[in-house]
């Protein structure tokens, strides 16, 4: 039986029209090579064949041949698997990146090694001292001005670092919520992304429906995607909308076809949807347990919008309520701040939600959790005047925190101005007070008092109030700047009397040796004052050159995902050469078969002549 005159022309035609086709794909692949976000594309084909042929194996002249090529539609070259573990590195880099940020803050004014600075200022003080323990300067205002000038340049320093911190907190609240700033925080980027990635899925589920591939919308939706896992960890699944069955009532998924008896008989054209999981850890139980929360509920119900706005496929995140209402979670009261995510909006019952803690609620990766890391609260004020031994890993939040918080390092300053306020000021009043135990010139007045808390105006001292000092508030007292304070020249070091009244430098050198002894508990053991800021400034370098490092393998495992992303869905010039030659060979191919079986015809048409 002679084929069919005109299939060969069909063949050779369908033919030439993948390979224009391709040709095509292959130009719209060269000219978006430099946009960002793009994914190289490709044409899916296929065998056309009859639809009921005969088997491959017959020995008649009934033996089927095809009929060319079909093109069934474009496609995205991307791996769902190189596209995970992208966002979750993506995360761990974006954490480390983060918390990098917010160390290097907090060595502007802690980092001793380039600068003089709290260190360097008490070794001035000592130099001061050493001055004075001659019995003929003790009383000399100028080496007393001298050492009160380097006394207060320490609480100046002091002041500095602790407002340091304090506005680097601000500043890392601000990172987290933007509200009334000139840029966004990551609340509100957040919900800026799902919301957008909720509407693309709805616009990219329409386009799909309508039989357009929309791989362009797919595009945005995917770098939205990348952004997301920056700030939280994130999981991407494929799913396909339910429905029940009107009989019998059984739950069916729209992307399959079934039979009267609800047996599933092949796949439909219904386009899948894509959910986003939040992935966090809660270990509130005991146990930690690795849980979701969805974000981005595919396209379901995205025409629908709430009170607020907000389309019910996707969820939102914002600051929770503190455990005290009336002190909410501000710039000025950032500490220990948590996040509350809720969910989508169902259809039956309550949106799921939770709440971060710091503790116990966490994220693995992502800036989010960075920030609110480094604004974890720390115990060492309590510990260190509680005694006994501190566990080190108690002066954490949580044990998978890389780095002390910023609380860490204001409560070691804090301990600093509060023990050598307190020490100065007792070596100083054991030099004012007389031989039968009088202070001089009387209680209501402590002329004795060299540091106060500067804060504290009020009262019968007339703002002398060595009370509650802390690194923020440390000062000298108004009696010393004035002159009816001064460092006392009263001898107690060999048990004085009226008679014996002792050496005038006894204050002097008692200062001297609470300079250089062990006076701070530092690690369950004590130093001195210069060797405890040396320690502070140890941990900031040791904090910051780990993280450095671990910085640096997140971010070379990125760009090597990165790279291997970019050899599968990006537009490489030499590959789309080589196809180019490739299809235009094919393209000639069929031209010279379409020539071909016109010779054939012709001679077919000469026979019967």
Request: charge should be negative; proline fraction near 3%.
């Amino acid at each position: 039986m002679i084929r069919a005159t005109f299939a060969g022309f069909d063949t050779a035609l369908s033919a030439m029209r993948m390979n224009q086709k391709k040709l095509d794909v292959v130009g719209h692949n060269l000219a978006n090579m430099n946009t960002e976000g793009y994914t190289r594309q490709d044409m899916k084909t296929s065998s056309i064949n009859y639809k009921n042929p005969t088997s491959f194996y017959t020995n008649s002249n009934e033996t089927n041949v095809g009929y060319g090529v079909a093109m069934d539609g474009m496609r995205q070259l991307r791996d769902q698997f190189l596209d995970k573990q992208y966002r979750a590195q993506n995360g761990r880099a974006s954490y480390s990146q983060e918390l990098g940020e917010s160390l290097k803050a907090l060595s502007r004014f802690l980092d001793e090694t380039k600068i003089n600075g709290l260190r360097a200022s008490f070794d001035d003080i000592q130099k001061s001292l050493l001055n004075m323990q001659d019995p003929s300067k003790i009383q000399d205002p100028v080496y007393e001005g001298e050492f009160m000038g380097r006394v207060q340049a320490m609480t100046q320093l002091l002041n500095s670092a602790a407002e340091g911190i304090i506005q680097a907190e601000k500043n890392e609240f601000r990172k987290i919520d933007g509200t009334g700033t000139s840029e966004n925080g990551a609340i509100q980027k957040i919900n800026t992304l799902v919301q957008e990635i909720g509407d693309l899925n709805r616009r990219i589920k329409k386009n799909q429906l309508m039989k357009h591939p929309s791989l362009e919308l797919m595009d945005e939706r995917n770098k939205r995607l990348d952004e997301l896992s920056k700030y939280i960890p994130i999981e991407v699944e494929t799913f396909s909308e339910e429905y029940t069955s009107a009989t019998p009532p059984t739950t069916r998924y729209r992307i399959y076809n079934y039979d009267s008896a609800g047996n599933v008989t092949g796949r439909s054209d219904w386009p899948e949807d894509i959910r986003v999981n939040l992935v966090y850890r809660d270990s509130t139980g005991g146990n930690t347990e690795i849980k979701k929360i969805t974000l981005v509920n595919g396209s379901i119900d995205a025409d629908l919008k709430d009170a607020t706005g907000r389309h019910y496929n996707v969820g939102k995140v914002e600051l929770a309520t503190p455990a005290l209402p009336a002190q909410p979670y501000s710039e000025d009261n950032p500490l220990n701040t948590q996040l509350k995510f809720t969910g989508f909006k169902k259809r039956v019952g309550t949106p799921d939600s939770f709440t971060t803690d710091t503790s116990k609620v966490r994220f693995a990766s992502g800036s989010v959790q960075a920030n609110l890391d480094m604004l974890s609260s720390c115990d060492i004020r309590q510990l260190s005047h509680a005694g006994g031994v501190i566990n080190l890993a108690d002066l954490k939040a949580s044990n998978e925190m890389t780095s002390y918080s910023f609380d860490f390092y204001m409560g070691k300053l804090d301990l600093l101005a509060e023990t050598f306020t307190k020490n100065m000021n007792a070596v100083n009043k054991k030099g004012n007070t007389d031989y039968n135990g009088t202070v001089t010139p009387n209680p209501t007045n402590p002329n004795h008092v060299l540091l106060i808390n500067r804060d504290k105006t009020a009262g019968p001292t007339g703002g002398n109030i060595p009370d509650d000092v802390t690194a923020a508030n440390i000062g000298i007292s108004k009696g010393w700047v004035n002159g009816t304070t001064h460092v006392g020249t009263h001898g107690f070091r060999n048990g004085p009397t009226l008679t014996n009244q002792g050496d005038t430098t006894d204050t002097v050198l008692e200062m001297l040796e609470q300079l250089i002894s062990p006076m701070m508990k530092m690690n369950n053991t004590k130093t001195s004052y210069g060797d405890y800021m040396n320690n502070v400034s140890t941990t900031l370098a040791t904090d910051s050159y780990a993280n450095n490092n671990a910085h640096t393998i997140n971010k070379t495992v990125l760009d090597g995902l990165n790279t291997s992303r970019d050899q599968l869905s990006g537009v490489s010039l030499d590959e789309e050469a080589a196809n180019m030659m490739t299809f235009q060979s094919s393209y000639n191919a069929a031209a010279r078969l379409m020539t071909t079986l016109n010779d054939t015809l012709e001679t077919l048409l000469a026979i019967g002549r």
